[in-house]
Every structure is written in C-alpha cells, then in structure tokens.
C-alpha cells in the first residue's frame, strides 16, 4: 500500500455521513435538468382499447427457454370495458415460429375508464438454443367453426431490447448512461428523473459494500412516490444484486429533491465497471388443481446500464479552505442551516512502534441563530492521494447544544485509522494532553481521568 498522505486540508476529502446508515451527504447544489420522457408506442386494438409492450423476457431456466411479456393496456371510452378473452397474445421468432403465452392468474378481467392496466404472459418452452423474439401479436382464435378460425388483431414489431437475465449486458445505446446524466426510467408512466451523484466502497461487519447515491427529482406538480426498482454493481465477469437502504415508501412533493441510496454488497477485490437498472416484474401461475392456490413467478428486467466514473471516489469537489466554513448540500438536513461548521485543527502523529499514523480532527461549530441548537451527529472520513479511505471514531460528546451567537470548539472527532504498513487502528485519547500517546493504561493522564474529563482539561 502507498503509505503516502497529502497533509493539506484541500486535499483531504472530508464527508459527513449519517449515523444510521452510514452513506455520505456529498455537495452538490446544481438543479436537475429535465428529462424528456420516453416516447412509447401505443397499438389500437379494439374501438376502446390500445396496448404498448412493457417488457420482453427470454431467459434460459431449468426446463428450457422462459418468454414472457408484459403489455400497458390503456381504455380511453367512458366507461368500464372489458379485456377481451378469446384474444391470444403470442410472440414470433425471426424464423417465423409463433408461441402463446398464458395470461397470468392475476391479470384484470376489465379496465376503468380513461384508466390503464399492466397484463402479463408466460410460457416455458422446451428449446435450450437461442431464440431471437421478432414481434408480439394479439390473434383472435374462433374454436366454434371447423377448422378453427384465426385472425390476427394486430401485431407490435419487438424494437427495444430483449431481456436474457441478470448476466445478459444491456447493449442498446439510447438504454447507456454516462456518470452524472439524469434520467426516466423507461416503460414506467412515473415522471420522477434521477442522477447519480456518488458512489463508494465501505468495509462493514458483514462485509464489503459499494454504496451508490441517487438523486430523485420530482419535476411534476402534484405528489409521486418512488418506484421500486433495483441496482446490481457488474464486473467485467459478475453481477452483484443491490437493494434500496430506505424501507418503506419514499414520497416526493411537487419539485421536491431527495437522496435515495443502493447498498451492493461485493467481494473485497471487487472492482465494479457499470450499474445496471433493473424493474421488477411478477406473473401469477395458475393452480393446477381445483381451488389449488396460483404460485407467482417473480423476475427482473433490465432497464439501463450507467457507466461509473474512472475512480470509484464519490464525486469532485472545490478544494476547501481551511478555517472557513464548510459547504453542504442544500438538500442534507444534517446539518442546521444556522450552524457554520469548520475545521479548526487537523493533527497527524507518526507511531513507529506500530508502524502507523494516528490522525485528529477539530472542528469549530458556530451557531448563528438567536436559539440553542442541537450540536449535529455526524462522522468523517479520511481519503488518501491514493484512494483509500479511513473511517473516524467519534468523541463522546457531553454538551448537547451550542448557545445562541456563539462559537463551539469540539475535538469532535478522532481518527485511528492505522495509516501505514500495518493498517492498525489505534485511537488517540482526544483530551489527553499527552499528545503523542495512545490511550492505554501506560498514559497517566488516560489512567486517571474519562475523556469527558480530559477535554475540560485542556
């Protein structure tokens, strides 16, 4: 490892992050750009109804080949109206070869006026070669006459990519997003866009996680909730399944802005080379015997792939000046916008004996309202020149406000990130006034008094 650290303040990369979840709130106060949605095309298939293809599977599976699709139906009368049964929804290959598909169990028998409905499809077939999906077709089959009577309703040309499985690439170009480009997420109606702003690599108990920051965007005028929808991390071999860190329902006010993050756990080797957007789809089997119970069928669809940033290092940011106050983002509610925070000291300490460097922190907190406000939780990290980040152990507060119109110094923070060969973590006392040593019971100070203590001691 390159135990060489740039000692400037500029060029220590200092984030506050929250405590519950630990991932960064990073700067970032540019104004989403609006994001023209995604053009669909729609089929008229009946005098009331129009159909557009949602999502196209042809996986490989266990007994053969799994095709599915899942079509929007829209009923643009006045009045309910009912989705017609004796319409089969098939696909064609390229070499002319038609399958039908089952209608899930769970698929809607009507549609309410001016209103849509997703209906989904499926079947398995018993090919294990590639099949090369050309188009989706409603045929209305007459049984009553002999030989039965087959019409073709209408046919929709398969034009976006088929979906082969987690491990298939996404090649179409309009479906590849650069770093930072905002987007919609196709074949979903929610006008919510999104940007990545960050993304970082942490080291838990349960093991290596890349942390990936997504910025939500609600550019409409009446409330929206979040989608659900995944993020796997891709290797140049693997995939590795993400899962959204906020539970529950993420609601967005008209023009409002709010963070969402993905959490993918990796190997500790694992060098990610793109993201892919995934949305969820489910088809509903019917039971096979009498009052049995339909088993549901639950896949994912690959939506977009993002290309990641040179450097898994979060974002680039202006340098900061030491002994000013800090600039967060807009957004964060971390940090009380009557309370300036800045660095006022910043300390490395060589530890030979251990072969590694011991670094502190001091922040200044300044509250210029004319009320006490509570002192923010927050942590930091360290990042060196060259890339390795280091997490600091926060000092046990004993003041849980800052006065109105006044200044607050706080070693608030220390960090024992074992900064050399051994990549030791050892914590520096942060009230000894021994400043040298480590807490241990060989410090006198350390022995006699908590770090509450020392601190008043200072």
Not at 271 to 288: D, P
Request: glycine fraction near 6%; proline fraction near 5%.
């Amino acid at each position: 490892m390159n135990n060489k650290l740039k000692l400037t303040v500029a060029s220590v990369v200092i984030s506050a992050s929250l405590m519950s979840t630990g991932y960064s709130v990073w700067a970032e106060d540019g104004q989403p750009q609006d994001v023209p949605a995604v053009a669909s095309v729609s089929y008229k298939l009946t005098d009331a109804l129009e159909v557009e293809v949602k999502s196209v599977l042809s996986e490989h599976v266990l007994d053969g080949t799994r095709i599915g699709v899942v079509v929007r139906m829209k009923n643009n009368s006045t009045s309910i109206t009912r989705v017609p049964d004796t319409y089969e929804v098939r696909v064609k290959t390229s070499e002319g070869v038609e399958y039908t598909l089952q209608p899930s169990a769970s698929n809607v028998k009507s549609i309410q006026p001016k209103s849509n409905s997703e209906l989904s499809y499926m079947s398995v077939i018993d090919r294990t070669d590639e099949i090369k999906l050309s188009e989706v077709n409603w045929t209305d089959v007459d049984y009553y006459v002999y030989p039965k009577k087959e019409t073709v309703i209408v046919t929709a040309p398969i034009t976006g990519q088929v979906w082969k499985g987690s491990d298939a690439p996404i090649t179409d170009p309009s479906a590849v997003k650069k770093w930072s480009e905002s987007f919609k997420i196709p074949s979903l109606l929610s006008p919510v866009q999104y940007t990545p702003v960050s993304i970082s690599k942490e080291s838990t108990e349960k093991g290596n996680v890349v942390v990936v920051q997504l910025l939500a965007y609600n550019p409409g005028d009446q409330r929206e909730t979040l989608p659900d929808f995944l993020i796997d991390g891709r290797t140049d071999g693997k995939v590795f399944s993400g899962k959204r860190v906020e539970e529950g329902t993420v609601v967005l006010e008209a023009k409002e802005e709010k963070y969402i993050h993905y959490a993918i756990p990796v190997e500790s080797d694992t060098v990610l080379t793109s993201l892919n957007l995934l949305t969820q789809e489910k088809f509903a089997q019917a039971g096979q015997g009498q009052g049995a119970a339909a088993s549901l069928v639950n896949y994912n669809v690959g939506r977009l792939n993002i290309l990641l940033p040179s450097q898994q290092s979060g974002m680039g940011y202006e340098p900061y000046v030491y002994g000013t106050p800090m600039k967060f983002d807009k957004r964060s509610e971390l940090i009380h916008p009557d309370i300036d925070v800045s660095l006022a000291e910043f300390t490395m300490q060589d530890n030979v004996e251990e072969g590694s460097k011991n670094v502190s922190a001091k922040f200044k907190l300044q509250n210029k309202s004319d009320r006490p406000l509570a002192i923010p939780v927050f942590q930091t990290d360290l990042v060196s020149s060259d890339g390795y980040t280091y997490s600091g152990a926060r000092q046990t507060m004993t003041t849980p406000t800052v006065l109105a119109e006044l200044q607050h110094y706080r070693k608030l923070f220390v960090h024992g990130a074992g900064i050399g060969n051994r990549e030791r973590a050892r914590t520096q006392n942060p009230g000894c006034r021994n400043r040298g040593a480590l807490q241990n019971d060989d410090c006198r100070v350390c022995r006699g008094a908590s770090a509450g203590q020392h601190e008043r001691s200072i």
